[in-house]
């Protein structure tokens, strides 16, 4: 995440928390942290906002083609939040060359303004911080590819064979959002829930479509946008352009410059599985398309096209909510010495400190190095540093008024230079057994995944994969020794992948964002 506070006077005042608590005044007198008046709630703004929401799959890091290029189509577009699929490790070099100042690499979301990701959110959502201690929440999500339903549909296979697909291998990977993020409107914040669905909607394929495309044969209630229109979201490009046979609104494929071995073709079907849903107090006022020239309702043409998807994007009048009381870190694995960035929304009353303590401590646990007085103010950032720190985990603390603990997020401290550990819980397995992966260290990326390659894989960016798996953002780095993250490998987490694995010798990689680039590695075989 890019993030950047802004020094008044000096703040790191490194003594115990009571102390802190007793000089709250002192430091709001001399500024303390960047943040709200510290003697007044912020107010919601008057009007609705305006903000432009952009989805973009950039293919394979945007380097496909041309970077230049994709950097070109956002600033044509000049969105004010990108969300981003396969951005791989290019998220920050993308906002850096546009002029973002703002970025989540671990959510791959670029903005103009603050991103805070909440502990409790596990990855799921981040907030984007529009006005001091008001946000919108923002969740971007790339559904597998596997078994394309139009591929299905033009092959012959029955309405009930395709939605049973899509039921098993790309319906399950939206559950969490659509359980985590309802509870965000009831409480007044606008949510976005935006990505590379790699599925189409049923408001594209009616009665009145059926039949005007060789893979649109038939009315089809589309299992993953029935369910996020069941949970309260609106397709922004359909409450634009409610029309289907007015505006197709097609994503992909985008006629890009033929690119050996990865290029769709001119036969594969066309579709509109790049979507931007809302849901709570935003409504979409337009909608546009960025793409290659001459493409069908490309407002913003960038020649040559750098990626296989069009961009879409929507922009809303948006009334922003409040900001939930929390703290999030920023990074949440930083190399000892290194600071990190802590953002907070304190409870009525506001804050008197942020503190650094083990895990589960409490406030009188707090280390006497670090420890911030941050005064009353309702929100805003401090600069944390670490070099006093040993080397593993912490929580940082909200501490309010009587030694309230208003909210903890957690961190790591890591040493200069450490990498990734992966491991599994055997070197050999039965055919068909689950296989339990650990790692350790490991950055917090949403779309961070494990990749299973025959032992003589020597690049994964060249050999293909077997069976796979995303992280999701889990266990996101730890001291030596600790498990950061666990799951199971097998035919439940694996659907339409090759399974079982065959007798053989296999090498298991920990690779980075939805890319190709590895940072851990281990081998098993299997009997």
Not at 103 to 118: G, I
Not at 291 to 303: D, L, R, S, W
Request: hydrophobic share 45%; aromatic share 10%.
């Amino acid at each position: 995440m890019g993030t950047h506070g802004r020094r008044a006077c000096p703040r790191h005042v490194i003594v115990g928390l009571t102390f802190l608590l007793a000089c709250a005044s002192l430091a709001a007198a001399c500024g303390g942290a960047s943040g709200d008046s510290p003697t007044a709630t912020p107010s919601p703004p008057a009007t609705p906002m305006t903000l432009k929401v952009m989805e973009f799959n950039i293919e394979y890091g945007g380097t496909t083609i041309d970077f230049a290029k994709v950097v070109e189509a956002v600033k044509a577009a000049d969105p004010d939040v990108i969300g981003l699929e396969e951005a791989e490790t290019n998220t920050s070099r993308l906002a850096k060359a546009a002029g973002y100042e703002y970025w989540s690499n671990a959510m791959q979301v670029v903005s103009r303004y603050p991103l805070l990701e909440p502990p409790d959110a596990h990855g799921s959502y981040l907030f984007v911080q529009l006005e001091p201690g008001f946000c919108i929440a923002l969740s971007n999500v790339h559904l597998p590819s596997d078994a394309p339903g139009p591929t299905m549909i033009r092959k012959g296979k029955t309405a009930d064979q395709v939605i049973a697909m899509e039921d098993k291998v790309r319906l399950p990977y939206i559950q969490t959002q659509l359980e985590v993020l309802p509870p965000l409107v009831k409480q007044g914040i606008p949510v976005f829930l935006l990505g590379d669905f790699n599925a189409p909607s049923h408001l594209d394929y009616t009665e009145a479509v059926a039949g005007t495309r060789d893979y649109v044969k038939y009315p089809l209630e589309w299992p993953v946008s029935k369910a996020v229109e069941a949970a309260g979201f609106v397709d922004s490009w359909r409450a634009v352009f409610p029309d289907p046979l007015q505006s197709l609104g097609l994503t992909w494929w985008a006629a890009r410059p033929q690119v050996d071995g990865s290029n769709p073709g001119p036969n594969a079907p066309q579709d509109r599985i790049d979507f931007i849903y809302s849901a709570g107090p935003a409504k979409a006022t337009a909608a546009q398309l960025a793409g290659e020239k001459g493409g069908p309702e490309v407002t913003f043409a960038v020649k040559p096209w750098p990626s296989d998807h069009r961009a879409v994007m929507t922009t809303f009048a948006v009334t922003p909510g409040p900001l939930p009381v929390m703290i999030a870190v920023s990074p949440q694995v930083a190399t000892v010495g290194d600071p990190v960035t802590a953002f907070y929304k304190a409870a009525p009353g506001g804050a008197a400190a942020v503190a650094v303590v083990p895990v589960d401590g409490a406030p009188a646990d707090a280390l006497e190095s670090p420890a911030i007085a941050v005064g009353s103010a309702h929100s805003g950032s401090v600069e944390v540093p670490t070099q006093a720190l040993d080397l593993g985990k912490y929580e940082l603390l909200l501490v309010g008024a009587g030694n309230a603990v208003q909210a903890r997020a957690p961190f790591w401290v890591q040493a200069p230079g450490a990498k990734p550990l992966l491991t599994t819980d055997k070197t050999a397995y039965a055919s068909g057994a689950p296989m339990v992966v650990t790692w350790e260290r490991a950055p917090a990326n949403r779309w961070d995944w494990l990749g299973v390659y025959k032992a003589t894989a020597a690049d994964p960016n060249v050999d293909a994969y077997l069976i796979w798996q995303y992280t999701g953002g889990a266990g996101s780095g730890t001291s030596a020794g600790t498990v950061a993250g666990a799951m199971t490998m097998d035919k439940a987490t694996v659907e339409g992948s090759p399974w079982p694995l065959p007798t053989g010798k296999y090498v298991l990689y920990y690779l980075l964002a939805d890319g190709y680039e590895w940072v851990a590695k281990t081998t098993f075989r299997v009997n």
